[in-house]
Structures are given as structure tokens and as C-alpha cells.
């Protein structure tokens, strides 16, 4: 890539609020030029200071194709690609409705296409990119009662895998992002399915009483945002990233290594499920 420091640009999704937020700020302090889509983001709002507001719907490619066509004008060819948006419905696997996994599918997995679509003729014009994609520690493991997310994020990391097989000898980087529990979750992308059957009630808000607990522990955002701006200013990009507190990332480890069944019982067990 030919770009010097002070002309890198970054288009940044789900730059609204959490992870996405934090990491097109940290960007944004590094020195990158940065395009930062959300759905909240009215049309041409004012940049601050090189970080430019633009509305984005990942669900939708008309959007999509605005989006880009405006960063691009407005900033010039991208550097990099961090797509960061996601949502999240709880509630049963076995029962959640086909709108309700389509949605949670729409904005995490094909969202990601969609905007991986608009970028990789303007990186191959360019020499070259580099694409952070999102996916969490449950693209890893299970959580209960989050199996539209984690099926998403499970097919994140596979996808990211062959399009970094694919584009690595176009001098395109695909990375994944794999954070645990963070503070400050924005609760609007966070929904409950409309139908939880009686008997998994008080299980599904055990789970939710433990997902508040851990999240109001997590770790930094900042932090997060200025782990993934560092890795993009490498030369080269890890395949990974994982940004998680010990006992999630130990317990990626036991997922390998424990029988089936004793892993999911001890999850169970820690989510009271």
C-alpha cells in the first residue's frame, strides 16, 4: 500500500456506539481518516476533525452503496475496512422465529458481505487492504440462550478464513476480532425474542442477570479500539485478535480440549441453565 500515514483511511461500521464507536476513535487518534457508518447517523453530518458521520444500514445494499460511494468521494480510496456492526435477540434456540435469526443473520454475516462487496475492487485498484472483521468469543463458543448470535459469529469466522485464503495474494488482509465481555453494550441492538416458551423463562433471566454481571466487569472499549488500530498499523495482520478476560479466553482453550459433554455442562452450570 502506497498511502502515506497521515492519508490512511478507514470505513468503520456500527460506529455508533460500543466497540465500533471505540475502535473508529482510536482510529481516528492514530492518525487514520475515518468513515464512520450507523443506522443512527443522519444524513451528512458534520466530520470532527477527519471522522465523518455517514448514515449506514448494513441490511441494506442500497445504503451500502451510498455509503461507499460518499466515504470514497469524500476521503478518497480506503486503507482499510473495520466492520464491527452486530445485534443480538435472546431467547431459545429451538424456538426463535425464522424474522428473528434472519435479522440477527442480516446485520452480522451478510452485512459483512455486503460491505466486504463495495471494498475489495477499491483495495484491488488500490494494491492492496486490509479488513477487521467482528466476530466475538462466540464465534468460539457457546452462550446460552444466544444461538442466532452465535451461529452469525461461528459463520463469520469461517467466511473470514476463506476470504483471507482467497485475497492473500492481491495484498488484501483479513482479520479477525474476537472480543469477550466489554462494558457499556448499547441495549437497543440487544432485543429478547417475542416467544420464550413458560418453561425456559427463569433460565433465560438467569442468563440475562449473568450477562449483566460479566459485561459491567468487561473490559475496556478504549482498549479494545487500540488494540485493533495498533494491529492495523502492522505490516502485517494476525489472523486473530482476541481482546477477552482470562477466564474467556482460557475457556476457548477448554472448548478444545475437555470432552463435549463436560464443556457444556460446565457452561450450563455457569449460566445456570
Known amino acids: 500500500m502506497t498511502n502515506a500515514r497521515t492519508q490512511r483511511v478507514a470505513w468503520v461500521t456500527g460506529a455508533s456506539s460500543g ?23 443522519a444524513g451528512d453530518m458534520p466530520d470532527m476533525g477527519g471522522l465523518l458521520r455517514l448514515p449506514l444500514d448494513v441490511t441494506d445494499q442500497a445504503s451500502v452503496d451510498a455509503f461507499a460511494a460518499e466515504a470514497a468521494s469524500r476521503l478518497g480510496t480506503p486503507d482499510a475496512l473495520v466492520l464491527a456492526a452486530g445485534i443480538l435477540v435472546l431467547g431459545p434456540a429451538g424456538t426463535l422465529m425464522d424474522a428473528e435469526l434472519r435479522s440477527v443473520l442480516d446485520v452480522c454475516l451478510l452485512g459483512t458481505l455486503r ?96 450477562i449483566a454481571r460479566d459485561e459491567g466487569s468487561g473490559l475496556s472499549p478504549g482498549r479494545l479500539g487500540f488494540k485493533v488500530a495498533r494491529a492495523l498499523d502492522k505490516n502485517t495482520l494476525p489472523m486473530r485478535l482476541r481482546v477477552a478476560p482470562f477466564s474467556q479466553r482460557a475457556a476457548v482453550v477448554l472448548h478444545d480440549i475437555l470432552p463435549n459433554r463436560l464443556f457444556l455442562y460446565l457452561i450450563s452450570k455457569y449460566y445456570g441453565v
Open 115 to 210: 460491505l466486504v462487496r463495495a471494498a475489495l475492487p477499491l483495495f484491488a485498484d488500490n494494491g492492496g487492504g486490509k479488513i477487521a472483521v467482528f466476530s466475538s468469543i462466540n464465534g468460539l463458543l457457546p452462550t446460552p440462550f444466544q444461538g442466532a448470535y452465535v451461529a452469525a459469529k461461528h459463520a463469520l469466522e469461517g467466511y473470514s478464513e476463506c476470504l483471507r485464503m482467497e485475497n492473500r495474494g492481491h495484498g488484501i488482509q483479513v482479520m479477525l476480532v474476537e472480543p469477550g465481555d466489554h462494558a457499556g453494550g448499547a441495549q437497543e441492538y440487544r432485543r429478547q425474542a417475542a416467544e420464550v416458551p413458560p418453561r425456559f423463562r427463569e433460565s433465560l433471566q438467569r442468563v440475562r442477570n449473568v
Open 19 to 41: 466497540l465500533g464507536k471505540a475502535t473508529a476513535l482510536a482510529l481516528h487518534k492514530a492518525g487514520w481518516q475515518v468513515a464512520a457508518g450507523a443506522r443512527s447517523f
